[in-house]
């Protein structure tokens, strides 16, 4: 297994869109075994294949605090989203970087695991907002995209800020 470069926002390559999980071979499953790799790595509870710059409809997602409950996702789609709730969400693609979205509380969703079995099911909580951030970035959005225009302007001056500062050390 190997860990993968997290792309950081505003690298544009965040707003690729995935495509479709043609044939989930050997190659497919390798690519989620290093997903789920560098989402441990960067402490992360969910990964998708755009924010390793790879444009495939996968999502890996983790909820345990013991790093054992993994979940991969091929070809993840929303079929029904139920109520509004706000919760806090932070993105390993913009780093260091907190703010209470509004989402759906509960959906009903379907994907293929690793062996080409359609799941449909329903879930609510963090899993459910979670599959929903994750499906977002495979849909070249961020999680940053549902705050207000000075609130994503401030987040990019303050990280071409921290950039530039880096790049002097």
Same mark, same amino acid.
């Given at each position: 297994?190997?860990?993968?470069?997290?792309?950081?926002?505003?690298?544009?390559?965040?707003?690729?869109?995935?495509?479709?999980?043609?044939?989930?071979?050997?190659?497919?499953?390798?690519?989620?075994?290093?997903?789920?790799?560098?989402?441990?790595?960067?402490?992360?509870?969910?990964?998708?294949?755009?924010?390793?710059?790879?444009?495939?409809?996968?999502?890996? &997602?983790?909820? !345990? /605090?013991?790093?054992?409950?993994?979940? @991969?996702? #091929?070809?993840? %789609? =929303?079929?029904? +989203?139920? *109520?509004?709730?706000?919760?806090?969400?932070?993105?390993?693609?913009?780093?260091?970087?907190?703010?209470?979205?509004?989402?759906?509380?509960?959906?009903?969703?379907?994907?293929?695991?690793?062996?080409?079995? &359609?799941?449909? !099911? /329903?879930?609510?909580?963090?899993?459910? @907002?979670? #599959?929903?951030? %994750? =499906?977002?970035? +495979?849909? *070249?959005?961020?999680?940053?995209?549902?705050?207000?225009?000075?609130?994503?302007?401030?987040?990019?001056?303050?990280?071409?800020?921290?950039?530039?500062?880096?790049?002097?050390?």
């Amino acid at each position: 297994m190997a860990l993968l470069e997290v792309l950081h926002f505003p690298d544009d390559r965040l707003r690729n869109v995935a495509k479709p999980v043609e044939t989930i071979d050997e190659k497919i499953r390798e690519l989620a075994a290093n997903m789920l790799e560098t989402m441990y790595a960067e402490n992360g509870i969910g990964l998708a294949a755009t924010q390793v710059n790879i444009a495939k409809r996968i999502v890996v &997602i983790d909820l !345990s /605090e013991a790093k054992d409950e993994a979940m @991969v996702l #091929i070809n993840p %789609e =929303i079929l029904e +989203l139920h *109520g509004i709730e706000s919760m806090k969400e932070g993105c390993l693609s913009v780093p260091d970087y907190f703010d209470i979205v509004e989402r759906a509380e509960s959906i009903k969703y379907r994907y293929q695991n690793l062996d080409g079995d &359609i799941i449909e !099911s /329903e879930t609510d909580g963090l899993l459910a @907002v979670c #599959i929903q951030h %994750e =499906i977002d970035h +495979l849909n *070249g959005k961020l999680f940053i995209d549902y705050l207000s225009p000075l609130k994503r302007q401030r987040l990019k001056k303050k990280i071409e800020k921290l950039e530039k500062q880096q790049t002097v050390l």
